[in-house]
């Protein structure tokens, strides 16, 4: 039986992207058991369900966090559907993305 903190993570899941909640505690279940309890409670239920902020901004959030990694394409390119999926509009999503690079280029400009 499905706890509330599990249906409410695995609701957010497929609100950024249908049938998500399925395919990554699929994926995950392969490595442990107990691994996709621990995204959709914890990760998705407990942390991106808080209040505070809507899915929306979380997502610009997450994309930005991503973008600053530059090693997590797959991720980055979840991440940027779901923002499109929860209302962030293909201009708004490029706002961070060009703001990242610009730091990043201003940084490296300064120490060299």
Known sequence: MMNDLTAYGRAIMDTLETGLADKVTGRLSELDADLPN???????????????LDLKTRE?????????????MPQLQLHMRA???VGVTPKELLEPVHNLFNNKAMKARLVN
């Open 38 to 52: 621990l995204i959709t409670d914890y990760a998705f239920g407990a942390v991106v369900g808080r209040e505070g």
């Open 60 to 72: 610009m959030l997450t994309v930005a966090s991503l973008v600053s990694l530059g090693n997590a």
């Open 83 to 85: 923002a499109l999926n």
